[in-house]
């Protein structure tokens, strides 16, 4: 089983290093509509206005409509359910970012210097002016850069949050296949079967964090409640104003699918509440 979650970035070649890796290793490509279909359907949104939303395209009516902490949640649940299928290359979405903590994913960025990415834009869209093509990735990275800060006070172009940066301007297609492929060789099924555990318990996570933002009479301070889950055993813990919805929240909790058990250790303004679930 291989998990490979890339960055997307414009001009870089990116598509076409996906599309070998996946050729090389039989893997499926998860491409931007996938994710935008099941994530639209939960926002009952438009896929085009989600697309145009997540590439900074989006219209003042449809950036107000849109809840961008749904969107964020939503999107961060398909790309695990895809990662926990197997097989995947996951190009953008923030993958890279929000499975680089996941043991044995491995995180590529392809990137280019902006003269190549010029380059290749102004021969894939058939323009003349460098300018334009300049433009446009600038638009995208400016867009794709703040998505990212929102959702993970990250930086995306840092090299330290992958474990592979390729520079398709010096090395080919050819060999960026080879060296990632090279990666996916080092993962065993032992390694494989951790993999998969604690992207099952990422998902639960993110399950929860939405259960959490649909509980209108839990009102966390301090930062919010923090989720930690270890083979599907939640526990909460923080702070509320008070310890109202508390137990609602909790039963919510238990049927989310793959808990096994919930624990709130939730400390309210002026006493803490313990409740645990089977």
Known sequence: MTVIAMTREMGTRGKDVAAGIAAALNLEVVHHELVERHVAKRLH?????????????????????????????????????????????????????????????ICVRICAPMSSRTAEMMGRLSIDEESVARREIQRSDAAHARLIEARFNRDWMNPTGYDLVINTAFVSIETSVSLIRELASKVGPE???????????????????????????????????????????????????????????????????????????????????IGYGP
Do not use: C
């Open 191 to 273: 390694q494989i079967e951790g993999m998969t555990a604690r992207l099952k318990d990422k998902l639960i996570e993110e399950r929860v964090r939405s259960l959490i933002d649909d509980a209108r009479n839990v009102s966390a301070v301090g930062g919010g409640l923090r989720i930690s889950v270890t083979d599907g055993a939640v526990t909460l813990s923080g702070y509320v104003e008070s310890s109202a919805g508390l137990d609602d929240l909790a039963e919510s909790i238990k049927d989310a699918d793959g808990v096994t058990s919930v624990r709130m250790d939730v400390e309210t303004l002026h006493t803490t509440y």
């Open 45 to 105: 949104a438009s896929e085009s206005a989600v697309h145009r939303f997540l590439e900074g395209e989006a219209s003042l009516w449809e950036r107000w409509k849109i809840d961008t902490q749904r969107l964020s949640r939503f999107t961060a649940e398909e790309v695990l359910e895809r990662a926990i299928q197997g097989n995947v290359v996951i190009r953008g979405w923030g993958a890279a970012q929000l499975l680089r903590a996941i043991p044995h994913v």
